[in-house]
Every structure is written in structure tokens, then in C-alpha cells.
């Protein structure tokens, strides 16, 4: 079953806004992850959050995690038209720390330049 | 260049006939996964293995086997296929805690 569930289903900004995308899971987890992939392209690893971690940076990208509500969001800062893509959470979805990973159907992002 | 390299890219095939998809990686990764995208549904993963000769049932394991015999190999093996396995289909490898890599995917159409 999906582990991660992810709101909205779609979204569409202008450039320059931000962007959050939000990831709800059902069971307890080591590490969530997000992914970008591009029109029917490879998934893109973007962060990895640790289940002892609350939040986390990279560039643009903002990533906090809520263990107690088991949910998960996504901040792209200022947007820009090339970050138009599908979003996905994953979560270790059995609580074993196997990686074994499972997605949610994803979020899908537009940027209007 | 680290990769996984996913062969045929596209594929036609017809009812029955059975294939395999390949995938290769070179990074030495522990973890490989096999997952079909649908319209919709989002990625539902196939098989996964967490190491040579160990491998277990994704989410839609039906219609579908697998095997790693090597390390860095992770066949698809379809033996039978069918209409509704016309998807897109992604493999993914990473170390244990780590992010995934991915291919670039494997379009099969069955007729």
C-alpha cells in the first residue's frame, strides 16, 4: 500500500512565490524522502529527513518533518519556471530501517514564468 | 558516471510473450527496487531486494518475477504478459539509508 499521501494533488504559482507541498504517512519511519521527476522521466532525490530530524535545508528547498502528526512539507522558495515537475514524499513504509521505500502519487507543480 | 542503466527504454510487446527488463548499477548499492507508474497512482512498488540472492514482494508483485543472482543486477522478468502491465516502470537502487537512484524508466506497451 502507498505509504505517503501527498497535498495538493496539484498546484500551479507564479514565479518568484513560494511553494509548499505537504506528505501525510501511516506508520512509523526512519527516513522520509522527497523526489522531483520531470515529465515521465527518472525520479530526482532531493532530501533525505530523518526521523530524529525536524527540519532541513538544501538551496531552495525546505524540508520539516512532524513525527507526531506523521506528516511532512516541502518549501521550494522563490520558484522559477525549471521547477515545474511532479513532487513525491517516500517513507521506509514497514518501520524497518531497510530503505525500502514507498511513494505517494505526488504532487504536480507548475510555474508560470 | 553513477547510474542505473535500465534497458530496452521502450518496448512493444504482445499478450503471452514473455520479456525481461534489464537494470544495472554501478555504485555498489545494497538496495534495488522495481516500481510501476500509472496515471494517478503514483509510483506502487514491484519487488525490492536488499541484497544478493534476497529478494521480497512489493506492493503488486502479481504477474511479475525478479531475481539477483549479482549485485548489480536486478532483472524484471514478465512471463506471461498481459494488457494491464502496459506501464511506465522505473528500477532504483541506493545504500542502506540513503536516497534513491533511478533509471530512466522502460515504457512497455502489451497488446
Known amino acids: 500500500s502507498q505509504q505517503g499521501e501527498e497535498d495538493p494533488q496539484a498546484l500551479s504559482i507564479q514565479e518568484g512565490e513560494n511553494a509548499t507541498m505537504n506528505c501525510s504517512y501511516k506508520?512509523?519511519?526512519?527516513?522520509l524522502q522527497w523526489y522531483r521527476q520531470n515529465s515521465g522521466r527518472g525520479l530526482v532525490h532531493l532530501i533525505l529527513?530523518?526521523?530524529?530530524?525536524r527540519e532541513k535545508h538544501s538551496g531552495r528547498l525546505r524540508v520539516t518533518l512532524d513525527t507526531s502528526k506523521k506528516s511532512s512539507s516541502l518549501l521550494i522558495t522563490a520558484s522559477r519556471a525549471a521547477d515545474t515537475a511532479s513532487y513525491f514524499c517516500?517513507?521506509?513504509?514497514?518501520?524497518?530501517?531497510?530503505?525500502?521505500?514507498?511513494f505517494g502519487a505526488g504532487t504536480r507543480l507548475t510555474v508560470k514564468p | 558516471e553513477a547510474q542505473v542503466t535500465q534497458n530496452p527504454r521502450y518496448l512493444i510487446t504482445v499478450t503471452g510473450k514473455k520479456l525481461t527488463v534489464t537494470c544495472s548499477q554501478n555504485?555498489?548499492?545494497?538496495?534495488m527496487s522495481w516500481y510501476r507508474q500509472d496515471p494517478g497512482l503514483g509510483l506502487r512498488q514491484i519487488y525490492y531486494?536488499?541484497?544478493?540472492?534476497?529478494?521480497d514482494k512489493g506492493d503488486v508483485p502479481e504477474g511479475y518475477k525478479v531475481s539477483r543472482k549479482e549485485k548489480r543486477n536486478f532483472p524484471l522478468i514478465l512471463e506471461s504478459p498481459s494488457p494491464n502491465q502496459t506501464s511506465l516502470y522505473f528500477c532504483?537502487?541506493?545504500?542502506?539509508?540513503?536516497?534513491?537512484?533511478f533509471g530512466s524508466g522502460t515504457r512497455l506497451t502489451v497488446v
Open positions: 532504483a537502487s541506493s545504500h542502506k539509508g540513503g536516497g534513491y537512484t
Open positions: 506508520t512509523s519511519i526512519n527516513n
Open positions: 529527513i530523518r526521523s530524529n530530524e
Open positions: 517516500a517513507t521506509d513504509g514497514r518501520g524497518w530501517n531497510n530503505n525500502d521505500m514507498r
Open positions: 555504485m555498489n548499492h545494497e538496495y
Open positions: 531486494s536488499m541484497n544478493v540472492e534476497v529478494t
